[in-house]
């Protein structure tokens, strides 16, 4: 037992945003959020592949996964700024969840078809390209100036 108290590892972690109860709530919320909406973008790219065994497809929908991306992060900070961003928050997630369920079902029942998922895919990357930036700025109401750096990174 000697020998390994040696060879202890020491982790210096010091993350003072988690020090607030509301910021670790929403951390942790958003862990599970950001998980599944990775889960969803990679079963929708996933189900294309198998669907149509082609790269040149699957590469179109990535592509139309992420321009929405682009085009709204500006329009979402404005947003941000003039609405309730909790209020905002809520309605996105809901929005992305109810997307996922649809998208669930669809796939179960023999409905979802390339086009069906290229739609989803898009319609995923609106929602990421307005979430991004909204959640980005609901920090700064939970935590001082000081510690914004910290909690975003």
């Known amino acids: 037992m000697k020998l390994l108290s040696k060879y202890r590892f020491k ?3 010091d993350l003072p945003a988690l020090r607030s109860r509301n910021y670790r709530l929403y951390f942790a ?3 599970w959020s950001m998980t599944g909406s ?3 973008q990679v079963a929708i790219l996933w189900l294309i592949y198998r669907l149509t065994d082609s790269a040149l497809l699957l590469g179109l929908a990535g592509f139309f996964g992420q321009l929405p991306v682009f085009v709204l992060a500006p329009i979402s900070g404005i947003l941000a700024d003039r609405y309730n961003r909790h209020h905002l928050l809520l309605l ?3 929005v992305g969840i109810s997307l996922s369920v649809i998208l669930t079902v669809m ?3 023999g409905w979802a078809d390339f ?3 290229l739609t989803f ?3 995923l990357g609106f929602l990421k390209g307005l979430d991004v930036p909204v959640r980005h700025a609901f920090v700064s109401d939970m935590v001082s100036r000081e510690l914004m750096a ?3 990174a």
């Open 11 to 13: 982790l210096n972690l």
């Open 29 to 31: 919320g958003q862990a």
């Open 38 to 40: 990775f889960m969803t």
């Open 92 to 94: 996105l997630q809901i």
């Open 107 to 109: 796939t179960f029942l």
């Open 115 to 117: 086009w069906t998922l």
């Open 121 to 123: 895919s898009t319609l």
């Open 150 to 152: 910290n909690a975003l």
